[in-house]
T-cell receptor, first 113, second 114 residues
Framework: GDSVTQMEGPVTLSEEAFLTINCTYT??????LFWYVQYPGEGLQLLLK?????DKGSNKGFEATYRKETTSFHLEKGSVQVSDSAVYFC????????????FGGGTRLMVKP | SQTIHQWPATLVQPVGSPLSLECTVE??????LYWYRQAAGRGLQLLFY??????ISSEVPQNLSASRPQDRQFILSSKKLLLSDSGFYLC?????????????FGPGTRLLVL
């Protein structure tokens, strides 16, 4: 079945550092890919998405590019802030296989001032 | 505006005890509802979803059950908890016209079974 693998956390960075959180997936066909963010005490929120190969999703300074050749969707941000501290989940929806969200394990990001 | 409530936020229960987690949604009608669980070191796993009152679909066999007694109420239950039921439980909803990625998630319940 489909699966999503994320780098294990926690990832600890200083403010203004460059962020990369790796995400790779296994799925048949052409899934849509997503990043969700969960701030402390809140529910998951959709951060960005990409629905086809080479699409770049972006929001709040975060970016991720759908790379079909490497089955990856790595999350990046050029300069993180303390307010970016949260848990980040990579996910996919595969219309060819049940059409449900499949999540990775989540990566906790801690940004220090 | 729509909101989703889950309670309790944290729960510690002994093995063999019953469980009832409640999720309610406000500001929408006839939503699709979902229960997810995240066990330690694993991804969010879909447990149940419901497209209407009394309609429950189970994604994985397990010790838990779900019920939807009202349009905007989704309950996760167990008659006897196991240690392996420990985890972080998330409820979510979406409108029927939206894609799966448009699910709105509650803040979650952290369950520890001892």
């Amino acid at each position: 079945g489909d699966s999503v693998t994320q780098m294990e956390g926690p990832v600890t960075l200083s403010e203004e550092a460059f962020l990369t959180i790796n995400c790779t997936y296994t799925a048949t066909g052409y899934p849509s890919l997503f990043w969700y963010v969960q701030y402390p005490g809140e529910g998951l929120q959709l951060l960005l998405k990409a629905t086809k190969a080479d699409d770049k999703g972006s929001n709040k300074g975060f970016e991720a590019t759908y790379r079909k050749e490497t089955t990856s969707f790595h999350l990046e941000k050029g300069s993180v802030q303390v307010s970016d501290s949260a848990v980040y989940f990579c996910a996919l929806v595969n219309n060819n296989a049940g059409n449900m969200l499949t999540f990775g394990g989540g990566t906790r990001l801690m940004v220090k001032p | 505006s729509q909101t989703i409530h889950q309670w309790p936020a944290t729960l510690v229960q002994p093995v063999g005890s019953p469980l009832s987690l409640e999720c309610t949604v406000e500001g929408t009608s006839n939503p699709n509802l979902y229960w997810y669980r995240q066990a330690a070191g694993r991804g969010l796993q879909l447990l149940f979803y419901s497209v209407g009152i009394g309609q429950i679909s189970s994604e994985v066999p397990q010790n838990l059950s779900a019920s939807r007694p009202q349009d905007r109420q989704f309950i996760l239950s167990s008659k006897k908890l196991l240690l392996s039921d420990s985890g972080f439980y998330l409820c979510a909803w979406r409108t029927k016209g939206g894609g799966q990625e448009t699910q709105y998630f509650g803040p979650g319940t952290r369950l520890l079974v001892l």
